[in-house]
Structures are given as C-alpha cells and as structure tokens.
C-alpha cells in the first residue's frame, strides 16, 4: 500500500497530464514523481516502542525494509554502522538473525533524545573478545556516541536479514528509531547528530530534564551551602575511634584482624571492638565528568572545564590533565582551597552516612589521611592482561620480582593501624575460560609458562580436564607464593583475596586454594541480594570469613547507564541498598561490603565505556537524598542485623532487574 502522502501527488500529477498533453507538461510530472519516491525513501523510519509492563520487549526487521543493498554474507566488511536515536539511556539489546542463528550485543547511548551514528566493529559479533586483565575490560568496549558489552555468541555474520531490538524490563516505556544501517570495510567513527550539546556546564545531561537538574549556578552554591549547614549526630552508630562497635571489644592487637565469636564472624578493629566493614570503593574528592577522546566528539559539549585548572590540578587529582566536570565543579565550591575542603567534606558525609571503610580504588590522599579503615590493592605482583588476569609464576624470576616488589610496596603500610588489608587482584577473566586461556598460552609468545604447559600436556595428556588443571594449579602457586612474601613483609595486615566476580560459579577447588591463600575470600555480587546459600556454600569450603567488593543499583533519569542492576527510580535505589545490604549481613560469613561507586561515573563513559548512574553523589557534587538516608538508616542496624538479634530489612524495590542475558525467545 502506497503511503498516502505518496498516493495524493500522484493524483496530483496525473491530473496535469491529463489536463495539458504537452511535453513540458509531461516532463514535469516525471521530475515531480522521482522527487517524491525519493522523499519517500529518505525519510522512512523504524521504530519500536518497548512496552514496560512486559519482562522482554523489542520488535524485528527486515533489513531489505531498511537497506535494500545490503548483502546477506558480510564477511568483506568491518563495521556495521547504525543512525539512530533513542530517547532514554537504558541499555539495549542489538543483533542480527542469520543462518546460525540470532546473535546481539548490549548497547547504551551517551546522547538519549539525540540523532547519532554508531559504528560496531562486527568481530564483537564473530569472534571472541581479547584477552584482558579482569572482566569489565574484557566485555566492555568504548565508542565515542555510547558504549558496547559484548553478548556471548560468537559466529560467522552469513544469511543476515533482520535485526532485532529489545530491552529487558523498560522504564517508562522509551522508544528507539533506526533510520539507516550500512556496512563499512574502515571504522568510519562515530558522529553525534544532535542539535545541541549533549553535555551542560556543570557536566550533566543537557539532553534530558529532572527535578533535581542544576540550571545555574546560584542555584548549586544555594544547595552546596544547605548541606554544609547541615548538623549531623554520629552517636547513634556507637563507633570506636576505628569504626567498630563500643557494644563489644575482645582483645586487641594493634592491627586489624578476623574473629569468629558464637558461630559469626567479625572483623576486630585495633582496639579490640568487633568491627563491620561498610565501606565505598574510589573514594575520591572531584570525581566523575571526565572528558576523553575530544577530538572525536564534535558538538557534544556545551563547555569545557577552564584549561588552565585542568593543567594545573589535573595531574595531581586524575592522573592526567584532561578535562573534569568533578573537578570543576570542586573547584566552583571552594576555590583554590579545593584539595583541602574537598577532602574535608569527604570525611563529613562519611561519618554522617555511617561508612567506617575507604574501600577499593579509593585516592592514596585521601587514605593516607589515616581518619577511616581502608581497604589497598596490591600491584607488581605479575598479574597479565594477555593471560586473562594469571600471572607466569614459571619466569626464573618470577620470585625475585614479587619479592622486590611487595618487598616496596608495603613498607609505607607495614605498620598503620588503618589498613585492613591488601586484595590481591578483580575478578580474573580466566576462571572458567581454563580452555581458551591455555590455547592463548600455546599459540603465544615464547615464555616459561608455554613451556611449563606444552611439558604438562605431554605428560598427562591433552584433554579439557588436564587443560584446567594445569591453570589451577598454576593459580595455587601464584597465590601461595604471595602470600608467603607478602606477610614475611607485613605480617600486621589481613591477606583479603581475591574479589571473584561471582563465586557462585568458582569451582571447589578454586575455593579450597582460597582456604590456603587467604585470610578473607571477596568476592563482586551484582543482584537484589547475595545468595544465602552460596554463601554458606562457600564459607563450608574455605572456613574463611567474606567480603563483598562490589555491588550498586542505578537507574536512567539523569542519562547515565543504570548500572548492573536497574531500579526504576532515585528513590528504589536507596530501598534496594537497604534490602541488599541488610540481607547481606544477616549471614553469620559476612564481615564487609563495599558499595561501587562514590561518584557517578563519567557520563561520556570512563576509559572502557561505563557511565553508570551508581554514585551516592553526581557530577555536581550533591548527594542522592535517598541514597544516602537509606544507608544511615542501615548503618544503624548493622551490629544487630548480624548478631542476629535483628531481622534484615525486607521492603525489595520496585522492578529491579539485573544485567543477566535475555531469554533466548528469538532463536526458538
């Protein structure tokens, strides 16, 4: 059926024809035809409009309806390339049916309500990712309009003729537009489409509007002074000069260590008070709104923080120079007295907020201003990125190298009574990939670790099984050795493992290593709650006390990503901390947990991609109300909620999701 549009001027013309048979005439009706079939062609769009009260909800098309050029096999090409727009942040699902089957990616926008091209190396979809040194950066890759998680099929692109688009559990029923797909042999990068920046002066979302978005800057010195005015009464929470409970005190030490008193474990702070780790992981004064990869983003911010502070303070706060809306906005609340007062608040609003602990990734200034128990990564140990988080423990030097270096690093921490303890490393990308990471190994560079591997293989024989065993047992060495050096060096301090992405899924005897290895397992749970079973699970194996290292909710109204595990709104977020966090610590096993992240992340994305609305502040250094407020409300509960005398929080938030794959409905 002819659009309607299209059918009236046709009328039209053949009424001139018939009217004045003459050439001219003529001529002119068959100009006027071609321009309108063009029109027509130009301006047609696909949209899908996702549906909130469905779990799943997405549309498929033919990509003949869109493209009619393109070729069903794209082995002879690189990029597929998408114009589209889609008018929230939430993350969604983007794949191809072909001959193998359906095959998608995880996409999040940087510019919701905003036109903008996209272009998707297509070996996210064929082949495996590069080996990295932990998971995000093995999954997630950064582009210049929004970023990509890869899926987890990989296969030739051959027989291609749909795409689909879906979403898991949309908030406020958004919608997407495609108006062009093409294929590319080179990256053609990345454009921004839109009619104005995509980023304001304070480093907010100049694309979207909320009740809480700063619009001058009187307004956020009037909000900035209302918090300093703010009283706040740190009794209540009953702590001891470390962070532990003036209810109990056992013998101390001096130092941090673990206890298990009546069937729960604690952690004893250095006075000898039982101690729980609520803590926060980067900790750091004028974080979020970093901008990088500037030259390949044209038109997208509105304007950028003044140069010459970025020169001046960027080095000492970020590492580098570039641009910090964190920083800026820093700046605008207290002058040249920023690093100070910056620091001074970030001590505030812990002690007001019941945090006790710097978790990881936190800034060594900060830390170093010995006021809260903090948590330190050890670096220089010989962890690799081309062997998926392993190191060579086979290198003749291998030891000599851990022992210099931890030899070096922890003499600054030897003897301070506010360190808890040293992790050895993030969530590895090899556990469970013990096959491919051998094949890395012997399809690799000449090393000892090849030679070690191709000896085993010869010896045992090759098989899958002989595969893992090998890297497991190549992991204990790995783990014993450090330890060994590590508390000949600082005997004071608690070994605390490794932070496993998920040890749900970690293999007996990847837990029965820990128990030789560590002082605490740790490990990342991204869910509504941590699992209580496979918490038992875990300590029954490992007899060693937990911490989790990681776990946050977000949600999608200031045009962030919404994190690992969506919540529908500011105010479920902090009902989901509560929920979460209490559950957590109901379990006899858990001594710690550390909240991601201070500050939201970049909105233009951070060095791998990720702009996940996950801060208890923003960009514009104000806290979410409701975030905070829960967690004083659970900080109070703490020592109770794990001595047992209180039963956890139980309200769960409102159509929380999390990052999980999508039922497979589209290949059945």
Known sequence: MLPVRLYIDMLLINKIILMK?????????????????????????????????????????????????????????????????INTSQRFQLGFTTDRGYNELRIMSYVPNAWNKLAIPLKYFTKLPDAAIDLAATFNHPR?????????????????????????KPIHNPELEIRSITLSVDDPGDVYMGDKPAVDEFGQSNLVDYPEKI???????????????????????????????????????????TEKIQDR???IDPEGYLFLSVGVDCVNPGGGGNVRDLDHRKGMYKELPPADLMAKYGQEIHG??????????????????????????????????????IANWSSSDIMAMNRKAFFVPLRGIGIEHDLMGLCDVYAPDFISMVNDNLKAFVEPYKNNPWLIGYFIGNEPAWLNQEVRLCNLILNGKDRAIKVALQKYLREKGDSPENRKDFIFSTFKTFLIDTNKILKHYDPNHLNLGIRFGN??????????????????????????????EM???????????????????????????QSLWQVPSEKERGVAYRYYTEKAYSHPGLIGTAYFQWCDQDLTGRF?????????????????????????????????????????????????????????????
């Not at 010195?221 to 409970?245: H, I, L, P, Q, V």
């Not at 029965?512 to 605490?520: G, L, P, Q, R």
Request: aromatic letters at 14%.
């Open 320 to 357: 580098v120079a570039n641009p910090s809306f964190g920083l800026w906005n820093q700046y605008r609340r207290f002058g040249d007295q920023f690093p100070e007062k910056s620091k001074e608040l970030v001590f505030k609003r812990m002690d007001k907020w019941g945090l006790n602990t």
């Open 215 to 257: 619009k001058s800057l009187e307004q956020l010195e009037k909000e900035w002074r209302a918090e300093e005015k703010e009283t706040m009464d740190t009794t209540t929470y009953n702590y001891s000069k470390f962070g532990g409970y003036k209810q109990k005190c056992v013998k101390g030490t001096g130092f941090f260590r």
């Open 265 to 267: 474990w604690w952690f």
């Open 608 to 668: 791998d991609g990720e702009n996940y609305n996950c801060g208890l502040i923003d960009v514009t250094d104000r806290p979410y109300k409701e975030q905070v407020k829960a967690m004083m409300e659970t900080a109070k509960q703490l020592y109770k909620v794990h001595n047992g005398t209180e039963e956890p929080f139980n309200q769960a938030p409102a159509d929380a999701r999390g990052y999980e794959p999508i039922p497979d409905l589209w290949n059945k």
């Open 144 to 168: 210049y309009t929004g970023w990509i998680n890869l899926g987890g099929k990989r296969f030739p692109l051959h027989g291609v003729d749909s795409v689909g688009v879906r979403m898991r």
């Open 535 to 561: 918490m038992t699970h875990a300590m029954d194996i490992t007899h060693l006390p937990m911490i989790i290292g990681e776990y946050h909710f977000g949600t999608v109204d200031r045009g962030l990503a």
């Open 21 to 85: 048979n003459s050439l001219k005439v003529a001529f002119l009706a068959f100009v006027l035809l071609a321009f309108v079939q063009c029109a027509s062609h130009q301006t047609s769009l696909y949209k899908v409009a996702f549906d909130s009260s469905k779990e799943v909800s997405g549309q498929k098309f033919a990509l003949k309806d869109i493209n009619p050029n393109l070729p069903k096999n794209w082995d002879d090409y690189n990029y597929v390339v998408l114009e589209y727009k």
């Open 503 to 532: 040890i749900a899924d970690l293999d007996p005897k990847i837990l029965k290593i820990c128990s030789e290895a560590f002082d605490v397992l740790s490990f990342n749970s991204y869910s509504l709650y941590p699992d209580y």
